[in-house]
């Protein structure tokens, strides 16, 4: 039957339809009206929310245990599935997969690829536990027992396991990827750090096995290079030790040196210690050595006026180098006397020494007989009040009639205001600096010029610049006086050099004075004090960049068809005469080609 109108109906269902005031009446709708009235008034179905993420690994912890080849692993994953369906978790790379235990509620089951991956089904908090192993890598040339292996953990929030060893196993090192600490005997605890791509790289170190040679009877050589350093108070001895084990194990040395000298210190990154025993230097190593071991020591004495070269003596050394050197520091000379089995050291020899270019260094044939020096001191009170160590003079000759002169004075200030230097007459000064600070010198009678100096017997550079009216001499083959500088001190070492224009070539007339000449002398450590200081004060860095000159420059470049001639010798002299130089002009070029 088919209802056309409803009636009879409950009031309260029409109550939003109804005024306060007719709540007597009756209301009639047809069923198509009632349906939609009743659709109105229902609120609408919210769908659920959708999960955050389909899955999350909150920890994932690892128990090790590595055996003679391999390394096990037994991972405990805490896993929560919020979606449906199936889910796939990343495992990293654990090794090979040999077991999977998944609890009840959970299907599970790996998936082979590179890296694997772990497929699940099912919702909820679940823990599961997966087998793996790992091959150790092992280093077979090591005189140490080592094996390596590594994995990447899953993704998890925190990763974070144990590490069991077999008895021989002394030490484990986390070399990459986190923090491992011991936990027992053979036992540690580590912890990884979070990272998408972390990696685990475990280290296993066993006992210390000791190579075949290191068990032979020892065998080793030496190289012992002393350098000797003369001054008017005391005598100082700089010596580098080189040893080279050819077999066994070195444990501690024993070195013999001159009685009449006392060892301040031996030095050396391999060194634990030193002892002087009955007049003789024990030298003891961080550890006993197999391949090479270097190290330093310093003695001094009193002053003498004749020495022989000291040496120091290895015990048990299979075959000894002695290089030796001497320099005189001060207002005096030092003079080879009885060279005994001394000869020039070739440059294979000196490789590696921290020695000037200008110091002669010898090698002996015979330790019994080191060569003989002696020094002859300067007397009178100008020298003692300043002394210069070395004097440069840099001269590049023109064809218009004047040369460029530049000289550098290593001075040593005892008591002095300044230092007294005369050029040769028509010399003008363009600029001078004292350790490559600038300074106006005084102007005296006779072309003079007065540099004031710093007090105190630190080395201090003075350098001068200029023009000098300087020709070269007419016809094929003159002669040509260079001027030296006078000075107010007597200089304990002159070098020279000259620079000549093309088709033009020059020889000392005393060929014993040819010498090859080094840098300019370097500025005093306290130019590099002023420099340190001014680094941390910005505003004095900037004022100092902005007004300060330039460091004094090195020796004048040689341009295109020059030639140089280089003098030196030992001087101890306040006016050293000119060099003399003949000159000869070359009419023709050689072919180059």
């Known amino acids: 039957m088919h209802l056309k109108k409803l009636r009879f109906l409950p009031l309260m269902t029409f109550l939003p339809l109804l005024s306060p005031g007719a709540l007597g009446a009756q209301v009639i709708l047809t069923l198509d009206e009632f349906l939609e009235l009743r659709a109105r008034t229902l609120e609408p179905a919210v ?63 790996i998936e082979g690829g590179s890296p694997p991956q ?42 974070r396991g144990t590490l069991a060893a077999l008895a021989e196993v002394e030490e484990a090192l986390l070399a990459r990827g986190g923090l491992l600490q011991p936990a027992g005997p053979q036992r540690w605890t580590f912890l990884a750090a979070f990272a998408p791509d972390a990696r685990l790289v475990f280290s296993l170190f066993g006992r210390r096995v000791l190579p075949e040679k290191a068990l032979l009877p020892l065998r080793y050589e030496a190289r012992v290079f002393a350098a000797t350093n003369l001054s008017r108070t005391q005598l100082q001895v700089q010596a580098e030790v080189e040893l080279t084990v050819a077999q066994g194990r070195l444990e501690q040395l024993w070195l013999d040196f001159p009685a009449d000298l006392e060892v301040v210190a ?43 070269s000291p040496l120091l003596l290895p015990e048990g050394s299979r075959r000894t180098l002695h290089l030796v050197a001497a320099q005189l520091r001060g207002d005096g000379l030092l003079d080879l006397v009885e060279p005994g089995s001394a000869r020039a050291a070739t440059e294979s020899e000196k490789s590696g020494l921290a ?17 003989r020096f002696e020094a002859v001191w300067a007397e009178g009170t100008e020298v003692l009040a300043v002394q210069i160590d070395r004097l440069l003079v840099d001269v590049a000759l023109g064809a218009g009639g004047r040369a460029a002169y530049q000289l550098w004075a290593e001075v040593r200030n005892r008591g002095t205001l300044s230092l007294e230097i005369t050029l040769p007459p028509g010399f003008e000064l ?107 004060n910005v505003i004095a860095q900037q004022l100092w960049t902005r007004f300060a000159p330039q460091e004094a420059g090195g020796l004048f470049g040689r341009p295109a068809g020059f030639s140089s001639l280089e003098a030196g010798w030992s001087a101890l002299s306040s006016a050293p005469a000119p060099i003399l130089v003949k000159i000869s002009q070359q009419e023709e070029v050689a072919p180059w080609f």
């Open 430 to 536: 363009i600029d001078a600096d004292r350790d490559g600070e600038t300074v106006v010198p005084g102007r005296k009678a006779g072309g003079g010029f007065e540099v004031p100096l710093f007090a105190g017997e630190e080395s201090q550079v003075v350098h001068l610049r200029g023009l000098l009216p300087l020709g070269l001499p007419a016809g094929k083959a003159a002669e040509l006086a260079l001027p030296l500088p006078a000075l107010s001190a007597p200089a304990a070492r002159v070098e020279a050099r000259l620079l000549l224009p093309p088709r033009r070539a020059g020889e000392l007339a005393d060929a014993s004075r040819r010498q090859t000449i080094g840098p300019p002398p370097g500025l005093s450590g306290r130019v590099r004090k002023r420099d340190d200081a001014l680094k941390s």
């Open 266 to 308: 031996a030095e050396g990154p391999g060194l634990a210690g030193w002892n002087v025993e009955a007049g003789r230097l024990r030298v003891m190593p961080l550890a006993p050595v197999e391949e090479s071991l270097r190290f330093s020591v310093r003695l001094r004495g009193k002053n003498v006026a004749g020495f022989a």
């Open 47 to 109: 769908a659920a929310p959708l999960p955050p993420a389909p899955w999350a690994l909150e920890s994932a912890d690892f128990a090790i245990e590595t055996g003679p080849g391999s390394a096990r692993l037994r991972t405990t994953l805490e896993l929560t599935v919020f979606a449906g369906g199936w889910q796939k978790v990343p495992l990293g790379d654990l090794g090979s997969i040999t077991d999977l235990e998944a609890p009840a509620g959970l299907e599970a089951r």
């Open 355 to 371: 020695i000037s270019a200008q110091t002669p260094v010898y090698a002996l044939a015979d330790a019994a007989r080191p060569p």
């Open 118 to 159: 772990l497929l699940v089904r099912g919702e909820g908090r679940f823990r599961l536990v997966i087998a793996s192993v790992r091959p150790l890598e092992k280093d077979a040339s090591a005189t140490r027992p080592s094996s390596i292996f590594s994995f990447a953990p899953p993704p998890a929030a925190l990763v």
